[in-house]
């Protein structure tokens, strides 16, 4: 049977300092909430948290919940140092981290930021998945590409979940392929509505299948936005009008849930009917007390009409 699970992440730092943030984690921890998942921007004026630090932290907090990273542009990093921050999280959490990985928009601010180009962005990404997933289960690597080189190098300790269950995000066709070849699940944006989804997780299963890999049946995610309240509320018409690119000419109703919790249960169930059983949310909130009403509402009012 495929398990339908509902995590959270943030969007814009709704809390006023870090105690408000800890309350947060404490009552997603105390509920029936799966998963905290933290995005990657490294540079910004806006308050954001660097997640592998952040979801470290978190992780030594709690003990059920799960942590992830939603998602870790890859070309950013450096991949030895990545799988061996990635294998401390899973050890110390014992098996708690859900690593999700992308290649990045062209226009981030974190390639100028970092020095770092983001041409041939693709090909490096799928070499640091390679050599990741090596030290993740071997003793003694030694990796020739084009971009990454190592010889005999070990790291230890090695991830508590063997293998480590890898997350791939992005729709596009090297995202398939990526997923297919390196990945143990995928991951859609907030902006994909059921039927683009479905069509992607049927390419992965079709391709993963082709090369003798399928991914498990109930590895297939995707997050939106969500919000008890109305579409009139200005933080719901700002992100609807932030989304537009995006999104082209899809309805906001169908990537994102606003209203009661029969409007969230009902996108949960047209993304279910795609082939998603892994869910990542976000609660459109304006403030810390917005933000512990509308998560204690998901968790009171969705959360148990939807897990199996």
Known sequence: MVSVRVGVTLGPFPFADASGFWRWVDLCEEGVIDSIWLSDRL??????????????????????????????????REPVLLAKQCATIDYLSAGRFLPAFGVGADQAPEWTALSVSPEGRGGR????????????????????????RCEHTSISPKPKQSPLPVWIGGG???????????????????????????????????????????????????????RF???????????????????????????????????????????????????????LATSEADMLEQTRRLAEEVIPRIHT
Do not use: C
Not at 48 to 60: F, H, V
Not at 63 to 74: A, E, M, P, Q, S
Not at 125 to 135: D, G, I, K, P, T
């Open 229 to 283: 309240g109305r579409w009139g509320d200005p933080i719901v018409e700002r992100t609807v009008q932030q989304s537009g690119a995006r999104a082209g000419s899809a309805e906001p109703s169908t990537y994102m849930a606003v209203g009661d919790a029969g409007a969230i249960v009902e996108l949960v169930q047209a993304y279910e009917a795609a082939g998603i059983s892994k869910f990542v949310l976000r609660p």
């Open 172 to 226: 596009s066709k090297a995202a398939i392929e990526r997923t297919a070849r390196y990945g143990h699940g995928w991951i859609g944006g907030s902006v994909a509505p059921p039927e683009v989804t479905g069509r992607v997780v049927t390419a992965i299963r079709a391709r993963s299948a082709e090369i003798g890999r399928p991914l498990p049946e109930d590895h297939y995610g995707v997050g939106f936005n969500f």
């Open 43 to 76: 540079v910004g004026a806006a308050l954001s948290l660097e997640p592998l630090s952040a979801l470290a932290a978190i992780a030594g907090r709690t003990r059920r919940l799960k942590v992830g990273t939603d998602v870790i542009v890859l070309p950013t």
């Open 125 to 148: 990404a799928n070499e640091m998945l390679r050599l990741m997933n090596q030290l993740w289960a071997e003793n003694d690597v030694s990796f020739a590409g084009k971009y990454f």
